[in-house]
């Protein structure tokens, strides 16, 4: 096999691990509260430069992904305090729900423009040399960026299946009324939700910054490949977000041998059409 293209797929592999961490978030908000949150883009970003700020006050980077994951989930809290669950007590369309999303984006990325600016930012981290493997050079960081994942991966894995608020969460997304008349205490499912969803997208923004650079915009470069996660994979599915987040961080890499990399937002969008009209459930049955 070409060693570029091999590259291609080990980058693939790296971004797909970041896509699926904010993916999972984005599909359980869309799964459990019916919520497209267009400002998930922007909570990811928030987390990058919250990791950033911890940084760069001398803390390491682990602890500072730590504390910025605490700080993400606080302002998503924060905004279904404020605005979601405001929203759902005046029944909402989902139409006036994607409009304030987008505003919420909006805020929050001109918030990160005005505290740090527009330039791009590096975190204070080692330099370290890529690891060359049979001819095909695979960076330290990229490393660890999917060994992260896949046990952030593993840790929700056993939350939802294995622990009492997750038989829950699976019951609120299957059906949000029948679960409130059989006693399952819906607050906590949704603070649960905004939980893992905080803490899961810092994560993913924290590592995106580490293996490229931090950026205001970085956040909503990605919103297109996570909502085709989230389709692809089947809507409220976090299992098949994580496969489609993979297969699309794959395919947009590989198809820059072809397409330049200016063209990667556009290859994610045709995924998500061609799934649309293909195959609107997604690949795998979601809860919606």
Do not use: C
Request: no cysteine; glycine share 10%; net charge positive.
């Amino acid at each position: 096999m070409d060693t570029q293209l091999v590259q291609l797929i080990v980058n693939g592999i790296a971004v797909g691990s970041i896509i699926a961490l904010a993916a999972v978030g984005l599909t359980l908000t869309y799964g459990i509260l019916r919520l497209s949150n267009f400002a998930h883009g922007d909570f990811l970003t928030l987390g990058a430069y919250l990791t950033l700020l911890a940084n760069s006050v001398g803390l390491n980077i682990w602890l500072s992904m730590v504390l910025a994951a605490i700080g993400t989930v606080v302002m998503m809290l924060l905004s279904e305090k404020l605005l979601w669950s405001r929203m759902r007590d005046l029944r909402a369309n989902s139409t006036t729900l994607i409009i304030i999303s987008i505003g919420l984006a909006l805020f929050l990325r001109n918030g990160i423009i005005f505290l740090w600016g527009g330039k791009n930012q590096n975190y204070n981290v080692p330099v370290t040399s890529a690891l060359d493997l049979w001819g095909v050079k695979v960076p330290q960081n990229q490393l660890l960026v999917l060994g992260l994942a896949v046990l952030a991966i593993l840790a929700l894995h056993y939350l939802l299946q294995n622990t009492k608020i997750g038989k829950a969460m699976r019951a609120v997304a299957d059906d949000l009324d029948l679960a409130r008349v059989s006693g399952i205490n819906v607050d906590q499912v949704i603070f649960w939700t905004w939980l893992i969803a905080g803490t899961f997208t810092s994560l993913g923004g924290s590592m995106y910054g580490l293996i490229t650079a931090v950026r205001p915009n970085m956040g909503w470069f990605l919103i297109l490949p996570l909502f085709a996660s989230v389709i692809l994979g089947g809507i409220g599915n976090p299992y098949g977000a994580i496969i489609a987040a993979f297969i699309i961080g794959i395919v947009q890499e590989v198809s820059t041998l072809w397409l330049g990399s200016q063209y990667k937002q556009g290859v994610a969008l045709l995924i998500m059409i061609l799934v649309l009209l293909i195959r609107p459930k997604g690949l795998f049955k979601g809860t919606i």
